[in-house]
């Protein structure tokens, strides 16, 4: 049914995402698909990184470490950005055809006021997208 799953991954916050990352592991074995990381990350140094470059090792390595045991290594997407916040909606939707992936599971949040004002990532990915997505609460 799914071949390929991307998951957005911010490396500052993997507290928040353990069940995103359980969730498309788990199905990632059960549908004996691809699994992609995707990272945006700035040339600005950061908390996580210095550089786009060692961002992306991190991201690489963690791919690794977070491998579903289905026989499929997964692979590893970072995007740079000036503005990765502002960006990310549009970045997931490139990726999202650069990856070929044809369901994403994102993280989100509990719903707030203000996303009826200004949507979750997770909703405009789904609203715009032409795949499934998948949206995990914390």
Same mark, same amino acid.
């Given at each position: 049914?799914?071949?390929?799953?991307?998951?957005?991954?911010?490396? =500052?916050?993997?507290? =928040?995402?353990?069940?995103?990352?359980?969730? $498309?592991?788990?199905? =990632?074995?059960?549908?004996?698909?691809?699994?992609?990381?995707?990272?945006?990350?700035?040339?600005?140094?950061?908390?996580? $990184?210095?550089?786009?470059?060692?961002?992306?090792?991190?991201?690489?390595?963690?791919?690794?470490?977070?491998?579903?045991?289905?026989?499929?290594?997964?692979?590893?997407?970072?995007?740079?950005?000036?503005?990765?916040?502002?960006?990310?909606?549009?970045?997931?939707?490139? $990726?999202?055809?650069?990856?070929?992936?044809?369901?994403?599971?994102?993280?989100?949040?509990?719903?707030?006021?203000?996303?009826?004002?200004?949507? $979750?990532?997770?909703?405009?990915?789904? =609203?715009?997208?032409?795949?499934?997505?998948?949206?995990?609460?914390?």
């Amino acid at each position: 049914m799914f071949n390929s799953i991307m998951v957005p991954v911010d490396l =500052a916050h993997l507290d =928040a995402l353990e069940k995103p990352l359980t969730v $498309a592991a788990d199905m =990632a074995r059960h549908y004996n698909a691809q699994l992609c990381y995707v990272g945006v990350t700035t040339s600005q140094p950061s908390s996580v $990184a210095r550089t786009p470059e060692e961002y992306e090792q991190k991201l690489k390595t963690f791919a690794q470490e977070h491998a579903p045991d289905n026989g499929h290594q997964p692979t590893a997407r970072v995007y740079n950005s000036h503005d990765p916040v502002t960006d990310l909606d549009d970045i997931l939707l490139k $990726a999202i055809d650069d990856v070929g992936a044809d369901l994403v599971v994102m993280g989100t949040h509990l719903p707030h006021h203000i996303d009826a004002i200004m949507p $979750a990532n997770g909703s405009k990915v789904a =609203a715009h997208s032409d795949v499934s997505v998948f949206l995990v609460r914390p």
